[in-house]
């Protein structure tokens, strides 16, 4: 009814006058199939009056709607053809997707799952309830296509048409490229770094290998407000912009656990476990986003979580020794993972750690047995990329590791590294940034690492990584050699 006064008045179909007489006539308008209504005798124009209130009560309805806010992407199974849909409304549980390879969105999938909430009580007494989160999966989506969506109800609205790329068909042949953060938070360096992936549409994803919205220290400076969710809702709109247009990979980071002081249990990763839906069914993990792997082009990229157990018993370890088992390298030969925690690191933070060299002493046997090409790692702010390295000495054909931690959070760069550098760390450098892989085939890679510079962003590392396998004059049939050069 308002949106049908609103135009009537503004296009002026119906005059209503009014005066001071006792008598009114009555006009049929076959345009608009109602009464207008005239008075006889001192007429006052009210149409710009009933335009005004028009205008109001729209903008009343609008804020009375619950569109969705939050809106992020991920895929959502092994092989990049299905994308989750993760949004947040304040009241409505109700939902569904409309997609399509055009803004016509000619079809729509509907939430198949009651939205949820979940209950948090901070170490310091502070509660919060979430908004209800939204997860649709939209499946059979055809490889390395555009496609446009929205998201919300018919009821409480809808979000605006993002758009975004599936990744290239899994197989050796083709190629991918990935954006590699970590420890993002939510501040301007943060959102320099996000400006700078948003700029380049020729990445396919981005990987965040943990501490994603650092709120669990957002307010350290007020005791009674430490561990505040509603950073997590901050930091939701803060990468719309960014990850509503491209899938985002999630790994948990130490900022993640979060323990909820909830009377009934123990609940750690919470709202991490809560507002996002990683392929862990697909890749048969049994902890919901802790741990899961997937394929992208000829990549296999595994996720591990540095915070639950690891040990040779543990069921993070069993699992990645089968998904490790189940790699075809012949679809897949590149063999990624992603982890918070580094194994290796010259920075002067964060040492002796057990998620550090307790993980490393347990699972870096097995990246050398399945040959592991390259592993990210955030947790210390600052980048560094090792040469191939294992068990602590410089070891060609093996594992090349990869320091990104350097997103933008409030704690600044980790500065200082210890010296003289050690023989197997390449290049480091304490400065916010990010880093694009570009898997070329089956053989080539081309790292580069950006560092944040306003307004622009500068490259200050980049090589070719190359497996050994490829250049018969190394004599070796396993890990990367690094060559220093641009991307042509």
């Known amino acids: 009814l308002l949106f049908w006064l609103f135009h009537v008045v503004s296009d002026r179909r119906l ?49 009375a709607q619950d569109p969705p806010t939050q809106v992020h992407i ?22 569904e997707v ?33 908004g209800y989160i939204h997860h649709v999966n939209v499946t059979d989506l055809l490889s390395n296509t555009v496609y446009f969506y929205k998201c919300g109800s018919n009821t409480n609205g809808f979000s605006q048409v993002f758009t975004f790329q599936t990744p290239p068909a899994v197989a050796a042949s083709s190629s991918v490229k990935i954006n590699w953060i970590g420890d993002l938070g939510q501040t301007i360096n943060s959102s320099s770094t996000l400006d700078h992936i948003q700029r380049d549409n020729t990445t396919h994803m981005t990987v965040l290998v943990g501490d994603l919205s650092y709120a669990d220290s957002a307010e350290k400076s007020t005791p009674t407000h430490n561990c505040t969710q509603r950073r997590w809702d901050s930091w939701g709109d803060l990468i719309q912009p960014t990850f509503a247009n491209q899938p985002l990979m999630v790994l948990p980071g130490n900022h993640e656990i979060e323990p909820n002081m909830k009377p009934t249990k123990y609940n750690p990763f919470l709202a991490f476990q809560s507002r996002f839906r990683m392929p862990y069914a697909s890749s048969g993990g049994a902890h919901g986003n802790l741990y899961y792997s997937f394929n992208a082009g000829p990549a296999h990229i595994i996720a591990l979580n540095s915070f639950m157990g690891f040990g040779a018993n543990s069921e993070q370890y069993k699992w990645l020794e089968q998904d490790l088992e189940k790699v075809d390298r012949s679809k897949t030969p590149w063999l990624i993972c992603g982890m918070h925690a580094p194994w290796y690191n010259s920075n002067k933070h964060h040492h002796g750690e057990p998620e550090e060299w307790g993980m490393r002493m347990s699972m870096e046997p097995l990246f050398r047995k399945y040959d592991v090409d390259l592993v990210y790692s955030g947790h210390v702010h600052a980048y560094e990329r090792m040469h191939p390295v294992y068990n602590n000495v410089t070891t060609p054909g093996a594992t090349t590791y990869i320091n990104i931690g350097d997103g933008g959070n409030r704690e600044g760069p980790a500065t200082g590294f210890y010296e003289p550098q050690p023989s197997w760390s390449a290049y480091r450098e304490a400065a916010f940034g990010h880093g694009v892989l570009d898997i070329v085939n089956a053989t080539h890679a081309h790292w580069a690492w950006h560092k944040n510079l306003q307004p622009q962003e500068d490259t200050a590392d980049e090589v070719w990584l190359i497996h050994n396998s490829a250049n018969p004059d190394t004599g070796l049939t396993t890990g990367l050699f690094h060559v220093p050069g641009l991307r042509h």
């Open 74 to 95: 991920n895929l959502c199974d092994d092989v990049g053809t299905s994308v989750c849909v993760t949004w947040m409304t304040r009241n409505e549980p109700t939902g």
């Open 15 to 63: 005059c209503i006058t009014f005066n001071c007489s006792c008598y009114m006539s009555y006009r049929y308008s076959a345009r608009i199939g109602i009464h207008s209504v005239f008075y006889s005798h001192n007429h006052l124009q009210l149409n710009t009056m009933l335009r005004f209130l028009a205008i109001a009560a729209l903008i009343a309805a609008t804020f």
């Open 98 to 130: 409309q997609i399509g390879y055009s803004k016509d969105l000619d079809r729509t999938v509907q939430q198949s799952e009651p939205a949820s909430t979940y209950y948090y009580v901070s170490p310091f007494g502070e509660k919060y309830t979430s």
